[in-house]
């Protein structure tokens, strides 16, 4: 697979896949792999990484059970990398909502699209490192290509957006080609990088129920949709749990202590957490 270096073969017919472009990511996935193993699922568990994460953290993700594909960025033009750079993609849409940690890049954000070069699954559900599951979700390998949860976590009014944080893939080399041949055009600016693009592939992209994918912030700005017993996947987007400077800490402290008992291994009872007020 051009691009991609596995460490060893496929021991599966389907995959959850995630990306680690750091040492802080690598320690979400860490929690991540954790989580999915304590979910029961027989799947394999991918961990695509790029020259970043140190040969430490990749030892212990394999550790834990990981399947580690090197991934290197997109053949890109210079002329999307200097749009997609971090300074550039961060100062035409601003982040107004919350905080990017430093160590994010948009351009790494693309490498999502090699989900369709492992061709040895019959279907992918990509989850970002910085989420947690918490139920089995086995059965979205059964959904359709491409199914996405909506970016809700301020309105009803984002229900018309997707957020990439969880999808289904259907891994196609000729779509990963007609991928590339649409993604880097002249002029090309894609504001949320991945996800405007997905969703402009994919404009009849099928809607996964919110709690596939549930967006920390709905905490705080939507509690009245917050329910432990129906949350498969729970996403902290922005700030990270990890992060000891995380200015959302004290808003964010029952998600956070949740994140911290997954990465130990030890989470609670999840009929047993309090839901937060309307």
Known sequence: MDGLTPARPAAAPHAFVTLVTNDGYARGAGALLNALRLSGTQADLVVLHTGGVSHAALARLADRGARLIAADVLPTSDAFNAAHARQAVHGAAPFTKG???????????????RLWQLEEYRRVVFIDADAL?????????????????????????????????????????????????RLDVPGAFW??????????????????????????????????????????????????????????RAQLKPLIDLWHAYEAGEPPALDRLENPAP
């Open 133 to 181: 599951v918490l139920r089995n979700i086995d059965n979205l390998f059964d959904y359709p290509e491409f199914s996405a949860a909506p970016n809700v976590y301020e309105s009803l009014a984002d229900f018309h957006r997707l957020n990439s944080g969880v999808f289904v893939a259907r891994p196609s080399s000729a779509t990963y080609r007609d991928m590339l041949a």
């Open 99 to 113: 905080r990017k940690p430093p160590f994010h890049t948009p351009l790494d954000n693309f490498i999502k699209l």
């Open 191 to 248: 504001r949320r990088t991945d996800q405007t693009f997905l969703q402009e592939y994919f404009p009849g992209w099928h809607g996964l129920p919110v709690f596939c994918n549930m967006l920390q912030y709905v905490w705080f700005n939507m509690p009245a949709l917050w329910d432990w017993r129906s949350i498969r996947v729970l996403h902290y987007q922005y700030e990270k749990p990890w992060e000891t400077d995380n200015p959302r």
